[in-house]
């Protein structure tokens, strides 16, 4: 079976422009999740969603949203990009609430 | 505010040990916790998922342990292997439903020698 599917893998972008993220979650699994990771960190919480409804949102700005669609894959778009949003963005599958999350290798966005 | 420390933050032992990582946790009413290895630049591998109401989880070679009410889990490892080698991440869902996804460690950086 495949495993969590994130494109694109590597991304390079410059300062106020806007990027998307895609992600599509292991088969059956209904809830996405979103996560950030800077170097040398632990990944931090963006969004949950589950049957395409927002469940949950860790503390960022309004510039980053995300939604979810019928087939249960998902997108992460980031408006009016800074230096800070660079890092390894990870999302995350699970069947539902209280079960194991699956994670995809990231896309990697670089800002210049 | 809710929090997950790793500690040690790096490790390298020779190959054939068993060893002990350690994650703590500032809130003992837990969701649940899941220890996670993460290879350089990939994403990260579900090892171990402790619900709440449970106290250890074997898979293999691995041995996690909870103890909500010191705020406290391990990773033992038997046997290690240079395959171990990645860094180990400790993640804890604080509040069911999703309201608030998992919180994670900085992680152990985890090096067997040949």
């Known amino acids: 079976d495949a495993g969590v599917t994130q494109s694109p893998t590597h991304l390079i972008k410059t300062r106020g422009q806007h990027v998307t993220l895609r992600c599509s979650p292991i088969?059956?699994?209904?809830?996405v999740s979103w996560y950030q990771q800077v170097l040398g960190q632990g990944p931090q919480f963006i969004f949950q969603?589950?049957?395409?409804?927002?469940?949950g949102r860790g503390n960022f700005p309004d510039r980053f949203s995300a939604r979810q669609f019928p087939n249960y894959s998902s997108e992460l778009n980031v408006n009016a990009l800074l230096l800070g949003d660079s890092a390894l963005y990870l999302c995350?599958?699970?069947?539902?609430?209280?079960?194991?999350?699956?994670f995809g290798d990231g896309t990697r966005l670089s800002i210049l | 505010k809710q929090e997950v420390t790793q500690i040690p933050a790096a490790l390298s032992v020779p190959e054939g040990e068993n060893l002990v990582l350690n994650c703590s946790f500032t809130?003992?009413?837990?969701?649940?916790l899941q220890w996670f290895r993460q290879d350089p630049g990939k994403g990260l591998t579900s090892l171990l998922l402790i619900q709440s109401s449970q106290r250890e989880q074997t898979s293999g070679r691995l041995n996690a342990s909870l103890d909500k009410s010191s705020g406290r889990s391990t990773l033992y490892i038997a046997a290690s292997q240079p395959g171990d080698s990645a860094t180990y991440l400790c993640?804890?869902?604080?509040?069911?439903?999703?309201?608030?996804?998992?919180?994670f460690g900085k992680g152990t950086h985890l090096i067997i020698q040949p």
């Open positions: 088969s059956g699994h209904k809830s």
């Open positions: 995350a599958s699970s069947p539902g609430f209280n079960q194991p999350q699956h």
């Open positions: 809130d003992s009413a837990i969701y649940n």
């Open positions: 969603y589950y049957e395409k409804e927002e469940r």
């Open positions: 993640a804890v869902e604080f509040s069911g439903g999703g309201a608030d996804g998992l919180t």
